[in-house]
């Protein structure tokens, strides 16, 4: 796979270039590859053609709409919304609208107490809180299926010089938090001792 | 260029509603703001330490231990036996931090660090050897009264420990002499 990406070093490149010539099983190896590798290709320019298809359909749909369609004032949409700045315009003030949804909705008072989704940028899976460095500060929020606000909120974890992970068990209703911290010191690297 | 001013307009918008919500806006209860309700020297709320001892001896699961389908879900269903052996109820007064002694030497700490709206407490524990390194340097949690959460790995005769931790209503009637 790595040969097919041109990931290899060059010298290592080359020696495997020579045994795909001499080798049949491994030419039938690196034929299969590029055949893939087309045909995913093929796929992801197919798949962009039917969405421009659907596109221009729906703008086709707009446009025969009549005279009386809203969005009909000297300007056709399509033509409106293929103008960068206006799209970029609307992304700014969608964003915008996005930031003060959450604003509102962090201050009202009937809201309950803030989750600490609040607080933390998001959950983290359990995969990659095992790799990550020890001494980060962890933060995850899970979430009571049964109320609105988490029950337990797991904001902080300072795993210090070992792996651990957290996740959750479910069980049925409610979900429970746990903190599993491996207890055998993370490899530091080989530590010399006085002989 | 028309677009551009209504996106403009909109943001214009979405500023001054931002600006409104944050100037006029009530004090909202937040749930990380200290209850003032909170109490000060006697302890309202306590800690409650189930101390399990997991291995595969083929016993099942201790009936001193109270319902817990966690148990029996992975990835805790790879240990087939789970025996109580240890459960620990400490006082807990806001910034006092509290001890238990676990089986293997170890020392679990538990401090109380606010009383928050809503009955939700935040906690902080710690798993540490005494003169040795810490185990579990840290671990802050905000959780509703009466909800556990558990802290599992610790290696011990032949299984692992695994500490159930709820912070619960403390009864009046409970003196404070079981301080530990």
């Known amino acids: ?195 | 260029m028309r677009a551009v001013h209504l996106g403009l307009t909109c943001a214009l918008a979405a500023f001054l509603t931002v600006a409104v919500a944050t100037a006029e806006g009530p004090p909202a209860p937040s749930g990380d703001a200290p209850n003032p309700a909170a109490p000060s020297a006697r302890a309202k709320h306590e800690v409650q330490v189930l101390v399990l001892h997991a291995t595969n001896a083929g016993k099942g699961i201790d009936k001193r231990i109270r319902e817990m389908p966690e148990l029996r879900r992975p990835p805790f269903s790879s240990y087939d036996t789970y025996r109580l052996v240890g459960e620990h109820s400490v006082p807990l007064v806001e910034n006092q931090p509290r001890s238990v002694r676990l089986p293997n030497g170890r020392v679990l700490r538990t401090e109380l660090k606010q009383i928050l709206a809503d009955g939700y407490v935040r906690l902080l524990a710690a798993v540490n050897q005494p003169g040795g390194k810490d185990f579990l340097p840290l671990l802050e949690v905000k959780a509703k009264v009466g909800q556990a959460f558990i802290v599992a790995g610790q290696k011990y005769q032949g299984g692992i420990l695994v500490l159930v931790i709820r912070v619960k209503e403390r009864p009046p009637e409970a003196s404070d002499q079981s301080d530990k």
């Open chain 1, 1 to 195: 796979m790595q040969l097919y990406d041109s990931e290899l070093a060059p010298e290592k490149e080359l020696l495997l270039r020579r045994r795909v010539q001499t080798d049949a099983e491994w030419r039938g190896v690196f034929e299969g590859l590029r055949q893939a590798g087309d045909w995913v290709r093929l796929v992801a320019l197919q798949r962009a053609d039917a969405a421009d298809g659907i596109a221009d359909r729906v703008m086709q749909a707009l446009d025969e709409g009549g005279a009386g369609a809203p969005v009909e004032r000297g300007r056709s949409a399509r033509s409106w919304l293929r103008s960068p700045a206006a799209a970029g315009a609307m992304l700014a003030s969608a964003a915008l609208a996005a930031a003060v949804a959450l604003v509102v909705r962090s201050t009202d008072p009937q809201g309950g107490p803030p989750g600490p989704a609040a607080r933390s940028a998001a959950a983290v899976a359990p995969s990659s809180r095992s790799e990550a460095p020890a001494s980060a500060r962890a933060e995850a929020a899970f979430a009571d299926p049964l109320e609105s606000a988490p029950a337990v909120a797991i904001e902080a974890v300072d795993f210090g010089a070992r792996h651990g992970t957290i996740f959750m068990v479910g069980t049925g209703a409610t979900s429970t938090p746990v903190v599993w911290v491996m207890d055998e010191p993370a490899s530091s690297g080989g530590r010399m001792e006085p002989l």
